[in-house]
């Protein structure tokens, strides 16, 4: 069963085109977090919100937490060929539990 | 560069094989994880340790064991490989544990090709 859902699995898109991609769940989480992978390398961090409702900007993503704690959404605004990745979630159920990772949303940004 | 390293970067071995990943956390940090991707699985969590000790397990297999050393560095050894156990393996360490939020940085990754 899969806790995190991301979609959408695949994104093909034009630079300087925005973009929304989500992550959902029928649990509740402490803390959610985005990662972004490259080919070939390690998931970075790029976020963790921790506040039913919270809102993160980093640049041109902007993070959201669900009121609920149950979803979050990453939003990419003029994407660039640089933001070509792939978009991991992940979330912690409690303080003591493994983060939970979703599948991803594969991201590809054309120049 | 996360600070984390990992060692192999490639591995290619037969069926049956034993081998040994093996991974630095980042300095100071206490948590080590251990995670297998491959495509159609995604991300999944194999083992925790903290400070030396076994704190979480998640899909690991028997053939598989990790462990952590004084150090704090960790190895995962995977035996009786199968063709199955070809993936991406990846460490990743953290400064904290047991508290509302830990972030994690991942290491490079070591490809494992089982032919």
């Known amino acids: 069963t899969q806790l995190l859902e991301q979609s959408p699995q695949f994104l093909s898109i034009q630079e300087g085109e925005n973009l929304t991609v989500y992550c959902n769940s029928s649990?509740?989480?402490?803390?959610l977090q985005w990662y972004r992978q490259e080919p070939g390398e390690g998931p970075v961090l790029l976020v963790t919100v921790v506040t039913g409702g919270e809102v993160k900007k980093l640049k041109r993503l902007t993070f959201q937490f669900g009121d609920a704690r149950k979803d979050s959404s990453l939003h990419i605004t003029a994407a660039q060929p640089g933001d070509t990745g792939l978009y991991l979630c992940a979330g912690e159920t409690s303080g003591n539990t493994p983060l939970v990772f979703g599948k991803g949303t594969r991201l590809s940004v054309i120049a | 560069d996360s600070g984390v390293t990992q060692t192999p970067k490639h591995l290619i071995t037969a069926t049956g094989q034993r081998v040994t990943l093996r991974c630095s956390p980042r300095?100071?940090?206490?948590?080590v994880y251990w995670y297998q991707q491959s495509l159609d699985q995604g991300l999944q969590f194999l083992i925790q340790y903290y400070n030396g000790e076994e704190r979480a397990k998640g899909n690991i297999l028997e053939r598989f064991s990790a462990q952590q050393f004084p150090d704090l560095h960790s190895e995962l050894n995977l035996s009786s490989l199968e063709l199955g156990d070809s993936a991406l393996y990846f460490c990743?360490?953290?400064?904290?544990?047991?508290?509302?939020?830990?972030?994690?940085?991942f290491g490079p990754g070591t490809r494992l090709t089982v032919t």
């Open positions: 300095s100071g940090d206490l948590s």
């Open positions: 990743a360490s953290s400064a904290t544990s047991g508290t509302p939020t830990y972030e994690q940085y």
């Open positions: 649990s509740v989480f402490s803390s």
